[in-house]
């Protein structure tokens, strides 16, 4: 590879040339865009920004320059007083950096941007969810509460605007929790096709508010007929014979003391104001004058490497860098995006470098990636981490430091102090709150078998059809939990499937209700206090009570509480659990695991419920009846086999709904709400359910106390493998979203009955565990899949991109 990335040559010839893709708009949108490939059989083609400083190495000045004219543009656009009264928002992690360029133009505002690294004794301040990345969720972790609680313009910024869904994810959030008359959302690039950009504007409209958008380019992406297929051949064709970059003899490796100013955050992750770049500019020569002299003497073209989410100040120390340094200094970051290289010139991703990753994320371990270093005769490269990324990984033998060592004669490394805010404060208790709600008037469940954390909304008309609930969830304009589906009225033939699956299966779960249950008394408590997270989970709950009376004559307290992905557990059930119980005999309780993301929730929200409350004890780790995904400790199978509680909503489930979670219905000191479905009672088998389980437990005593025996000897650390299935699954079915790929068979039932499915994935050879699976995709017109390689039995895809009616495979509505 030559020095120069792209020789002269558009970076995005090589695509354009093999796939007709083309780029039309603005005349600079070539020099800011280059194309590549990555697996995605639904999207042939990757923009690759040539002056963020992520996928390019690029001049510095170039870099901070097009955000510093950006923010300029907001102020021009604001006005010098709405300008000190805005809020600058970056997202991680590709456009940390620029939305502190940007801030950094507008010269007025505070600087915070999105983040996937929790931290410890940080309350969440908010979050969101990227609809297309491969990524977890983002976080909101400022030092200060009150940084995003004033009403001046937020400032949103992203590096490209394609489809605006992370844009309207993250103003439904915010607008919920801090609403405000006007946003302003800031991009390299504006990418949207006139229905999307419609979309947005109608979005403003229906929640009253202006958004102005402010853009460097702006254009469209020309795809012709057929470019997916020729897209999947090119990338299976160059992915059999990619090669790892060729390397050198190992160049030597020089740690630098930058002498990072006390006290000084390394980034936005918290906050950045004002006055922490004045402090920041004031310190900039003095730190670069000491890269500069641990430069070797005769090293012309020089690397700074940035660290995923750490690109600003990687970013203005190789500006600073470039100014008093008579060598060439070029910038771009490390990143967990992965990409097909092509040592091409008219090929925007021409090496890449592949190494672990070395901070400890809290997605579990992976790869991560440096692209166009090797062989782009870099005399010398300074990587720049923050202290969380100085890790053991970092210097390993496949570790980055020593990937880069192979390819450059000299590798500085510059740590910066990882800023962790101290708590600002602890807000006043809510008031009392309400007794558990009980059976029969909650429910159909006896009242001592399970009290409900919840409110009743029996009252209120929520439900909404199933293809109007999927458009407003993935448009961005509805959270799921704002609205139930309607409910699911078995079949016959369904209702006999269902009472032939719990023949079948009673005493399989029998089993697994006993060895769950004796694992958490022999582990967790002797006496736990059961909290099954509504509603899936406290059909479970009620049978690991039962087991515990049947087997140790325990009258356990059971409570079911509501957990709602991208909001958290309910707090206020917390609050009323800590009031009542040791938070230490607390044991989550779900149903299944799928790919985890509930456990990740809960963790994330007992971590930021105990940093804003200051109440402790509460173990986030789940107790479940099966772990098909391997996310925890505690389980009764790792099986993925039918749970017939599965098969039916609310008359499995005590009558029950999901729970709800809408701000004109649930205040700050209530308890998340629910309905209670009597007018199903004839159809209700909740407590034949249980019943029929339980009748089971006196025949399983024996094989349970030899399963909980080898339960407790073994090595039971998740392993993630199930969220490693659905990322792979996501990337190759083209859908880009984790969200709308659901494991197991729970999940798959669940995706049947509430959402729009667009197909269902099956492992060949699975049996009458997915009879139910079957019928239920017949009746929606919805296609079953077999695939030879699958962890679970199945997996359910919701219908990606959807448009109203777009039910099945064929785009067409199915009444069930």
Same mark, same amino acid.
């Given at each position: 590879m030559n020095k120069a990335v792209n020789d002269g040559a558009w970076s995005g010839s090589w695509v354009a040339e093999r796939l007709g893709v083309g780029l039309t708009g603005d005349d600079t949108l070539t020099g800011l865009l280059g194309l590549a490939l990555r697996r995605n059989p639904r999207r042939a083609h990757l923009l690759v920004s040539n002056v963020l400083g992520k996928h390019v190495p690029q001049s510095p000045g170039v870099v901070y320059g097009h955000g510093f004219a950006l923010g300029r543009r907001v102020r021009e656009l604001l006005g010098d007083e709405e300008a000190a009264r805005a809020v600058v928002l970056g997202y991680a992690e590709t456009a940390t950096g620029l939305g502190h360029s940007v801030a950094d133009g507008l010269g007025l505002a505070p600087y915070l941007h999105s983040t996937r690294r929790p931290v410890t004794g940080v309350a969440r301040a908010g979050g969101f969810e990227e609809s297309h990345s491969h990524a977890t969720s983002h976080l909101l972790l400022p030092e200060d509460p009150a940084l995003l609680a004033g009403d001046g313009p937020l400032v949103l910024v992203d590096d490209e605007f394609s489809t605006g869904n992370t844009v309207l994810n993250t103003i439904r959030d915010l607008h919920e929790r801090y609403p405000r008359g006007r946003y302003v959302v800031v991009a390299l690039v504006d990418m949207r096709s006139p229905a999307d950009a419609g979309r947005l504007e109608t979005f403003a409209r229906e929640i009253g508010v202006r958004v102005d958008l402010v853009a460097a380019a702006s254009g469209t992406v020309r795809l012709p007929e057929g470019v997916l297929e020729k897209g999947q051949e090119l990338v299976a064709r160059h992915e059999s014979r990619e090669a790892p970059a060729p390397g050198a003899e190992a160049g030597r490796i020089t740690p630098v003391e930058l002498h990072w100013p006390r006290g000084l955050p390394d980034g936005g992750r918290h906050g950045f104001t004002p006055a922490h770049r004045a402090r920041l500019e004031g310190a900039l020569p003095t730190m670069a004058a000491r890269l500069?002299?641990?430069? *070797?003497?005769?090293?012309?073209?020089?690397?700074?490497?940035?660290?995923?989410?750490?690109?600003?100040?990687?970013?203005?120390?190789?500006?600073?860098?470039?100014?008093?340094?008579?060598?060439?200094?070029?910038?771009?970051?490390?990143?967990?995006?992965?990409?097909?290289? +092509?040592?091409? *010139?008219?090929?925007?991703?021409?090496?890449?470098?592949?190494?672990? $990753?070395?901070?400890?994320?809290?997605?579990?371990?992976?790869?991560?990636?440096?692209?166009?270093?090797?062989?782009?005769?870099?005399?010398?490269?300074?990587? +720049?981490?923050?202290?969380? $990324?100085?890790?053991?990984?970092?210097?390993?033998?496949?570790?980055?430091?020593?990937?880069?060592?192979?390819?450059?004669?000299?590798?500085?490394?510059?740590?910066? *102090?990882?800023?962790?805010?101290?708590?600002?404060?602890?807000?006043?208790?809510?008031?009392?709150?309400?007794?558990?709600?009980?059976?029969?008037?909650?429910?159909?469940?006896?009242p001592d078998e399970v009290g409900w954390l919840l409110q009743d909304l029996s009252d209120v008309t929520l439900e909404a059809p199933t293809e109007e609930r999927e458009e407003a969830i993935q448009s961005g304009g509805a959270h799921y939990a704002e609205s139930l589906p309607v409910e699911y009225q078995p079949s016959e033939r369904y209702q006999e499937l269902f009472h032939a699956a719990l023949e079948a299966s009673a005493e399989r779960i029998a089993r697994a209700v006993g060895a769950v249950t004796e694992t958490v008394i022999a582990e967790r408590s002797p006496r736990p206090v059961l909290v099954s997270l509504a509603r899936a989970g406290t059909p479970v709950g009620v049978l690991m009570r039962r087991w515990a009376q049947f087997r140790h004559g325990l009258d356990l307290p059971h409570y079911a509480v509501s957990i709602v992905r991208g909001r958290g557990i309910d707090a206020n059930a917390l609050r009323w659990l800590a009031a009542h119980h040791d938070p230490r005999d607390v044991v989550f309780v779900d149903g299944w695991t799928g790919k985890g993301a509930i456990s990740r929730e809960l963790a994330d929200a007992i971590e930021e419920f105990e940093a804003r409350d200051g109440i402790t004890g509460f173990d986030p780790e789940i107790a479940v009846l099966a772990d098909p995904g391997s996310c925890v400790r505690t389980y009764g199978t790792r099986e993925d086999f039918l749970i017939p509680s599965a098969c039916l909503n609310s008359t499995v489930s005590g009558l029950i709904s999901r729970t709800v979670l809408r701000a004109d219905l649930v205040g700050p000191n209530d308890f998340h709400g629910a309905k209670f479905y009597r007018e199903l009672a004839g159809v209700d088998v909740s407590v034949a359910f249980l019943d029929a389980v339980a009748a089971r437990f006196p025949e399983v005593t024996d094989t349970v106390e030899t399963a909980v025996k080898e339960l407790l000897a073994a090595d039971r650390t998740p392993t993630w493998e199930g969220w490693a299935a659905v990322e792979r699954i996501s990337e190759e079915y083209g859908i880009h979203d984790v969200n709308l790929v659901k494991p197991g068979v729970g999940e798959t039932t669940r995706v049947l009955l509430r959402r729009v499915p667009w197909k269902i994935l099956a492992r060949a050879g699975a049996g009458t565990d997915l009879d139910h699976v079957r019928l239920l995709a017949e009746q929606r017109g919805v296609p079953v899949e077999e695939v030879g390689e699958l962890p679970y039995t199945c997996v359910g895809l919701i219908h990606p991109r959807y448009t109203r009616g777009a039910t099945g495979a064929d785009g067409k509505a199915v009444t069930v």
């Amino acid at each position: 590879m030559n020095k120069a990335v792209n020789d002269g040559a558009w970076s995005g010839s090589w695509v354009a040339e093999r796939l007709g893709v083309g780029l039309t708009g603005d005349d600079t949108l070539t020099g800011l865009l280059g194309l590549a490939l990555r697996r995605n059989p639904r999207r042939a083609h990757l923009l690759v920004s040539n002056v963020l400083g992520k996928h390019v190495p690029q001049s510095p000045g170039v870099v901070y320059g097009h955000g510093f004219a950006l923010g300029r543009r907001v102020r021009e656009l604001l006005g010098d007083e709405e300008a000190a009264r805005a809020v600058v928002l970056g997202y991680a992690e590709t456009a940390t950096g620029l939305g502190h360029s940007v801030a950094d133009g507008l010269g007025l505002a505070p600087y915070l941007h999105s983040t996937r690294r929790p931290v410890t004794g940080v309350a969440r301040a908010g979050g969101f969810e990227e609809s297309h990345s491969h990524a977890t969720s983002h976080l909101l972790l400022p030092e200060d509460p009150a940084l995003l609680a004033g009403d001046g313009p937020l400032v949103l910024v992203d590096d490209e605007f394609s489809t605006g869904n992370t844009v309207l994810n993250t103003i439904r959030d915010l607008h919920e929790r801090y609403p405000r008359g006007r946003y302003v959302v800031v991009a390299l690039v504006d990418m949207r096709s006139p229905a999307d950009a419609g979309r947005l504007e109608t979005f403003a409209r229906e929640i009253g508010v202006r958004v102005d958008l402010v853009a460097a380019a702006s254009g469209t992406v020309r795809l012709p007929e057929g470019v997916l297929e020729k897209g999947q051949e090119l990338v299976a064709r160059h992915e059999s014979r990619e090669a790892p970059a060729p390397g050198a003899e190992a160049g030597r490796i020089t740690p630098v003391e930058l002498h990072w100013p006390r006290g000084l955050p390394d980034g936005g992750r918290h906050g950045f104001t004002p006055a922490h770049r004045a402090r920041l500019e004031g310190a900039l020569p003095t730190m670069a004058a000491r890269l500069a002299e641990a430069i *070797p003497a005769g090293a012309r073209r020089v690397l700074v490497l940035g660290f995923e989410e750490l690109m600003y100040a990687p970013l203005r120390l190789a500006r600073e860098l470039e100014q008093v340094a008579n060598i060439e200094v070029r910038y771009s970051t490390t990143t967990r995006s992965p990409v097909l290289a +092509v040592d091409d *010139p008219g090929y925007a991703i021409r090496t890449r470098l592949v190494f672990p $990753a070395h901070d400890d994320p809290a997605d579990g371990p992976g790869e991560r990636y440096a692209y166009n270093v090797a062989g782009a005769g870099f005399d010398a490269v300074v990587a +720049v981490v923050d202290s969380a $990324a100085d890790t053991p990984r970092l210097h390993a033998p496949d570790g980055l430091l020593a990937q880069l060592a192979a390819h450059t004669p000299h590798v500085l490394l510059a740590v910066v *102090p990882s800023y962790v805010p101290e708590p600002l404060y602890v807000p006043e208790r809510p008031p009392m709150l309400p007794e558990p709600l009980r059976g029969p008037a909650f429910s159909s469940y006896a009242p001592d078998e399970v009290g409900w954390l919840l409110q009743d909304l029996s009252d209120v008309t929520l439900e909404a059809p199933t293809e109007e609930r999927e458009e407003a969830i993935q448009s961005g304009g509805a959270h799921y939990a704002e609205s139930l589906p309607v409910e699911y009225q078995p079949s016959e033939r369904y209702q006999e499937l269902f009472h032939a699956a719990l023949e079948a299966s009673a005493e399989r779960i029998a089993r697994a209700v006993g060895a769950v249950t004796e694992t958490v008394i022999a582990e967790r408590s002797p006496r736990p206090v059961l909290v099954s997270l509504a509603r899936a989970g406290t059909p479970v709950g009620v049978l690991m009570r039962r087991w515990a009376q049947f087997r140790h004559g325990l009258d356990l307290p059971h409570y079911a509480v509501s957990i709602v992905r991208g909001r958290g557990i309910d707090a206020n059930a917390l609050r009323w659990l800590a009031a009542h119980h040791d938070p230490r005999d607390v044991v989550f309780v779900d149903g299944w695991t799928g790919k985890g993301a509930i456990s990740r929730e809960l963790a994330d929200a007992i971590e930021e419920f105990e940093a804003r409350d200051g109440i402790t004890g509460f173990d986030p780790e789940i107790a479940v009846l099966a772990d098909p995904g391997s996310c925890v400790r505690t389980y009764g199978t790792r099986e993925d086999f039918l749970i017939p509680s599965a098969c039916l909503n609310s008359t499995v489930s005590g009558l029950i709904s999901r729970t709800v979670l809408r701000a004109d219905l649930v205040g700050p000191n209530d308890f998340h709400g629910a309905k209670f479905y009597r007018e199903l009672a004839g159809v209700d088998v909740s407590v034949a359910f249980l019943d029929a389980v339980a009748a089971r437990f006196p025949e399983v005593t024996d094989t349970v106390e030899t399963a909980v025996k080898e339960l407790l000897a073994a090595d039971r650390t998740p392993t993630w493998e199930g969220w490693a299935a659905v990322e792979r699954i996501s990337e190759e079915y083209g859908i880009h979203d984790v969200n709308l790929v659901k494991p197991g068979v729970g999940e798959t039932t669940r995706v049947l009955l509430r959402r729009v499915p667009w197909k269902i994935l099956a492992r060949a050879g699975a049996g009458t565990d997915l009879d139910h699976v079957r019928l239920l995709a017949e009746q929606r017109g919805v296609p079953v899949e077999e695939v030879g390689e699958l962890p679970y039995t199945c997996v359910g895809l919701i219908h990606p991109r959807y448009t109203r009616g777009a039910t099945g495979a064929d785009g067409k509505a199915v009444t069930v």
